[in-house]
């Protein structure tokens, strides 16, 4: 685990893509790693059993590797549809859709998702994550 706090300057679509590669890695640390120690994650889609927010660093740390590592999902890729830069120069919007797999499936499952992502000095000081939480749950059966 790196903690940087200072990384080098990285614009909000280097953040994206690293975050991406931390999705496809369900790598924690690396995804954690991209966040300001203070930062706020919000999931304004949530389902049962899952938080609406993690508040810091160390919350999305432990929350992600808690769901992902609970999880047997392997994501196969991220498909990236679009980013959109704003008028703000630390915001980018991006819409995406995760292609997964479960061990005991035979087929594919898509869950599409909306990501808005605030990156100050680099590291990502609040993300609000629209994910079909409901996605998952339905290629379960």
Do not use: N
């Not at 992600?64 to 549809?81: D, L, M, T």
């Amino acid at each position: 685990m790196s903690h940087v706090d200072t990384p080098a300057v990285r614009t909000p679509r280097e953040v994206l893509s690293r975050y991406y590669q931390a999705m496809l890695e369900k790598s924690a640390d690396d995804l954690a790693d991209l966040y300001a120690l203070d930062a706020v994650h919000e999931f304004p889609f949530t389902s049962t059993g899952f938080p609406p927010r993690y508040e810091g660093r160390e919350a999305v740390r432990a929350g992600y590797r808690a769901a992902w590592g609970a999880s047997p999902v392997q994501v196969q890729e991220v498909r990236k549809i679009a980013a959109y830069e704003t008028a703000d120069p630390e915001v980018i919007i991006a819409e995406h859709v995760v292609v997964a797999t479960l061990p005991t499936g035979h087929t594919d499952f898509t869950v599409p998702g909306l990501l808005i992502l605030h990156v100050h000095s680099g590291l990502i000081t609040r993300a609000r994550d629209y994910m079909d939480s409901l996605g998952v749950p339905s290629a379960r059966g």
